[in-house]
């Protein structure tokens, strides 16, 4: 949104102008008296549009800012805090104030705390005139797992930093633990779980790690190069089935019947899926590396859903369903 100098004081700015203003405005606070070139660089923005912020900020914020000639940079001449969120526009509080809802997935993560105190630092003194929102959207529960704070920090300053991780793994099964050393590439969020991908060097080779396994983590000062493609999502085949993986790329053929038919349509499982349509069944067939995550899909769907690709699937879902046989003759 525009503005100029006939505009009064409660215009509503959006949220990629607050984004800028709040760094300008930790920078001048910080009291390091940067200029025009430091907040163009730090915004990656242009000198015309920081002048316009700056501009904003001194005559519509009310925000004490001066040029100081002496230090070639920015200062407050007294104590200021900017109130940004009499300055949002309604339709980004209303996104700000929803996103605070759709978070939720994830409150026992440190990055729920941290989203939220932003969100209410912008928002807070609106949220209750805009109600109507937060009212009417909500997020289903589920599976809680907690995350512990320094567990996160480090984590988080190894990514900073590109250092090496050491730490004592425990495997899904619960069975074995080993410790690993790890180049951290991203956390991966995944419905309300929080995993850490990177390049594993006890396996020689990129894995996905549950943060809730994870013990006795040590930042090392090793570095390590981080690679130019580190994008955890360019290792799913084109397919959207969570937080997992494998190296080997695969093409999968799946009939599902009855009701499950038409939920199976309603979703986008994979980039190049295809749907195939007879009286009694629907095929979709598409390519992933997330081996695990559909073997899960498809035996969820229980008596409605069966593999045809690869093999290891087919017979892997066979076993399953002479399991689930035999123990139709267990005692109850």
Aim: hydrophobic share 35%.
């Amino acid at each position: 949104m525009c503005y100029n100098k006939n505009m009064n004081k409660q215009t509503k700015i959006t949220y990629r102008m607050i984004e800028r203003l709040s760094k300008i405005h930790e920078m001048v606070k910080s009291g390091t008296f940067p200029n025009s070139n430091d907040f163009a660089k730090e915004t990656e923005s242009s000198a015309a549009t920081i002048s316009r912020d700056i501009e904003y900020m001194r005559d519509r914020m009310n925000a004490p800012i001066k040029y100081d000639y002496n230090q070639k940079g920015f200062l407050y001449t007294k104590n200021y805090e900017p109130n940004f969120q009499n300055y949002l526009s309604e339709k980004d509080l209303n996104t700000l104030i929803a996103a605070k809802n759709l978070l939720s997935h994830y409150k026992n993560t440190p990055i729920y705390k941290e989203a939220c105190n932003l969100i209410n630092l912008i928002s807070e003194s609106s949220i209750n005139k805009n109600t109507a929102l937060i009212d009417r959207i909500t997020v289903a529960p589920t599976e809680e797992v907690a995350i512990n704070q320094n567990l996160w920090n480090v984590i988080q300053d190894a990514l900073n930093r590109n250092l090496i991780l050491k730490f004592d793994y425990t495997n899904r099964w619960g069975k074995q633990t080993e410790q690993r050393k790890v180049h951290p590439y991203q956390i991966v969020l995944d419905n309300g779980i929080c995993y850490l991908f990177g390049f594993d060097e006890l396996r020689n080779e990129e894995r996905i790690f549950s943060l809730s396994r994870m013990k006795n983590i040590v930042l090392t000062e090793q570095k390590f190069d981080l690679p130019k493609d580190f994008e955890f999502n360019n290792r799913l085949g084109n397919s959207n089935f969570g937080g997992f993986f494998s190296n080997k790329k695969e093409h999968y053929k799946i009939e599902f019947y009855g009701e499950v038919r038409t939920i199976i349509k309603e979703r986008k499982w994979a980039e190049n899926q295809t749907f195939k349509e007879s009286k009694y069944k629907t095929t979709i067939e598409f390519e992933s590396t997330q081996s695990l995550k559909i073997k899960s899909w498809v035996l969820s769907n229980g008596c409605k859903a069966r593999p045809i690709k690869p093999d290891w699937l087919f017979e892997e879902w066979k076993q399953n369903v002479l399991e689930m046989n035999r123990m139709l003759n267990w005692p109850l």
